[in-house]
């Protein structure tokens, strides 16, 4: 079975610095991806970067990027250039060889002014 | 193309009673898993169905229940509500799973927010 833990509950991050949200997973797949949600206040869950285990290199998608390290089973979300915007509840998520997504208890971003 | 859909947004109940949620996933996509998100348990998987079959399902009493249409839409019910079964109800959509590629994607609807008294 899948295991996601994300150790950091709460974060403050000043707006235009970068920030580094920590998820380690855990699992028996041989083939998985892993998934970055944001979730802001209204509930919605957007998808944000994928990161598959036969990626060779790190994902990215716009300010975000993924500090893929496999033999750490790390999957760490760097969000670049913060925005008042990315306030909000961010997800790691794991899916292996069903379609089941296994989520980590989320860290809860705040960007201050 | 747009994005996954969820009816009603909101919805408030009384204990006994049954709900069903609707979810239509985006075009071209064949898997739809249901989440229940609380703030004690976090987001639990419920089910996932594709092309009509409900492959998984997740560690929740019977009363909750799903299915899936010819044009990939899916309900969920819950019968004989509990206080407990207050919660956001999310449907995801994807192309495909299993692949460890791009197209395992979920991709979420805006939620269905239930409210058991």
């Known amino acids: 079975a899948q295991k996601i833990t994300q150790t950091q509950p709460g974060m403050f991050v000043q707006e235009k610095e970068a920030v580094t949200l920590d998820c380690t997973y855990d699992?028996?797949?041989?083939?998985?991806?892993l998934f970055w949600y944001k979730q802001p206040s209204s509930g919605e869950m957007i998808f944000l970067i994928y990161q598959g285990s036969y990626d060779q290199q790190n994902a990215t998608e716009g300010r975000y990027s993924l500090n893929f390290q496999k033999a750490r089973k790390s999957a760490n979300l760097v969000i670049s250039a913060s925005q008042l915007g990315d306030s909000a509840m961010y997800f790691c998520a794991g899916g292996g060889a069903t379609n089941k997504l296994i989520f980590g208890t989320g860290t809860l971003l705040a960007v201050q002014p | 193309k747009a994005g996954v859909t969820q009816t009603p947004r909101y919805l408030i109940k009384t204990r006994g009673q049954q709900v069903t949620l609707s979810c239509s996933p985006i075009s071209g996509h064949r898997s739809v898993s249901w989440y229940q998100q609380t703030p004690g348990q976090g987001l639990q998987f419920l089910f996932e169905y594709f092309s009509e079959t409900q492959r998984n399902k997740g560690n929740f009493p019977g009363r909750f229940s799903g299915r899936q249409f010819s044009n990939s839409r899916s309900e969920m019910n819950v019968s004989t509500l509990e206080l407990g079964d207050s919660a956001l109800y999310l449907c995801?959509?994807?192309?495909?799973?299993?692949?460890?590629?791009?197209?395992?994607?979920?991709?979420f609807g805006p939620g269905t927010r239930l409210t058991v008294l």
């Open positions: 699992t028996s797949d041989p083939s998985y991806g």
């Open positions: 995801a959509s994807s192309l495909a799973y299993g692949s460890g590629r791009p197209s395992d994607t979920q991709y």
